[in-house]
C-alpha cells in the first residue's frame, strides 16, 4: 500500500517547523523531510538559494529549487511512498508557486511546469496552510535573533504577494489543502493538523 505525502506550507515565521516536529513524533513511522534539502545535492543547492551575498535570477532560483526537489523526490520521496512510508515534508511545490510564482512575479503556472516536470507530477494527499499575517510572520521571524535568509530580506510587498497567492491555492483545491490558524498556540495547532490529516 502506497504511503502518504502530507506537506506543509506558509509563510516564513508561520510555526511550520514546529508543527513538522509535532506531527512527526504524533504519526509512529512518519519520515519528516526538509525543502530544500533532504539528500545532499538538495542540501548543497539549499546553501546556494539561501546565501544573502548572492544574486540570484529570479528564474534561476525557480530552477534550483525544482532543481532541489527532483532530486529529494527520485531519491527519497518516492521511494518511501512506494514503501507504505508516511511522508512529511516541510514545504513542497505550493512553496515555489507562492514564492516563485507569484512573490517573483514569473507566474503561478511557468513555475508549477518546471515542478510537474521535475517531480513527474508527483501531487500531496493533504497540504496543511498554516495561514498567518505576513507582519505576524515577520516579527517572530526577528524573535528568532538569526540572521535573515536572501529570500527573509524581502520587502513587505513581495510576502503579502506570497500569501494572497497560498489563499488561492487554497481555495483553488480545497480537497487537498487543510488551512491552519498559525496564530493559535502551537498544541492547538497540531490538534488541528492531526484532525485534519485524520489521525
Known amino acids: 500500500m502506497r504511503g502518504r505525502l502530507i ?23 512518519a519520515r519528516l523531510l526538509r525543502e530544500p534539502g533532504g539528500v545532499e545535492l538538495s542540501e548543497r543547492i539549499r546553501e546556494l538559494v539561501k546565501d544573502p551575498s548572492l544574486d ?26 512506494d514503501g507504505g512510508t508516511t511522508v512529511l515534508l ?4 505550493d512553496s515555489s508557486l507562492a514564492y516563485q510564482g507569484a512573490g517573483r512575479g514569473l507566474g503561478v503556472d511557468a ?32 524573535d528568532r535573533g538569526e540572521e535573515p535568509d536572501r529570500l527573509e530580506r524581502e520587502d513587505g510587498a513581495f510576502f503579502d504577494a506570497i500569501a494572497r497567492a497560498y489563499d488561492e491555492l487554497a481555495a483553488a483545491e480545497p480537497q487537498r489543502f487543510r488551512v491552519l490558524d498559525a496564530s493559535a498556540k502551537p498544541d492547538e495547532v497540531l490538534a488541528a493538523a492531526l484532525e485534519a490529516v485524520g489521525a
Open 111 to 142: 513555475v508549477r511546469a518546471i515542478n510537474d516536470f521535475g517531480t513527474g507530477g508527483l501531487v500531496p494527499d493533504v497540504t496543511l496552510l498554516m495561514r498567518i499575517d505576513p507582519a505576524a510572520g515577520r516579527a517572530r521571524q526577528a
Open 90 to 93: 516541510d514545504r513542497f511545490v
Open 56 to 81: 540570484v535570477d529570479a528564474r534561476a532560483e525557480a530552477l534550483l529549487y525544482a532543481a532541489a526537489r527532483a532530486q529529494l523526490v527520485a531519491s527519497l520521496v518516492r521511494p518511501l511512498l
Open 7 to 29: 506537506t506543509i506550507e506558509g509563510l516564513d515565521g508561520a510555526g511550520k517547523t514546529t508543527l513538522c516536529q509535532g506531527l512527526a513524533a504524533a504519526l509512529p513511522g
